[in-house]
């Protein structure tokens, strides 16, 4: 019992720091939407937020800032978070070979692949591959 409730209490803190703030005014909210909108059309083709701050006619830093006030994540980090899942996906439920994930991903060498997916991830994309995929 005790320890389900430390549990309760972990997760109701952690949705606090994840969920935006009540107070945030609809005008940041619609921007983070459509950042949000824009990662997931893009994520494939565009990895830096210079790219999504263009697109939404902002400055990167203004972009950052938004996020850093009221949604507790980076904009990078929501990219690069996108691109893990697709490459989670990938690697578990496709026939593509890591080669063919990378360049569906948009890198031009498999080893800035690999090494970004080991930065987020821990392992390389073959032992994920290899462990995760049966």
């Known amino acids: ?14 949705a606090r720091r994840l969920l935006p703030e009540d107070d945030m005014p609809q005008s940041k909210l ?12 893009h994520f494939r083709e565009k990895h830096q937020v210079s790219e999504y701050a263009d697109l939404m006619f902002v400055t990167p830093k203004s972009l950052s800032n938004l996020f850093a006030r009221y949604f507790h994540k980076s904009p990078l980090k929501v990219i690069n978070e996108r691109i893990i899942l697709e490459s989670k996906r990938l690697l578990e439920f496709s026939d593509k070979n890591i080669n063919e ?32 995929v049966k």
Request: proline content about 2%.
């Open 1 to 14: 019992l005790v320890l389900l409730k430390r549990l309760l209490i972990k997760s109701v803190r952690i």
């Open 30 to 41: 619609d921007t983070i939407r459509k950042f949000n909108l824009l990662v997931e059309e």
């Open 101 to 132: 994930i990378a360049y569906t991903l948009g890198f031009k060498e498999i080893s800035h692949f690999s090494k970004f997916f080991k930065t987020h991830v821990g392992i390389s994309p073959t032992d994920y591959q290899q462990t995760y």
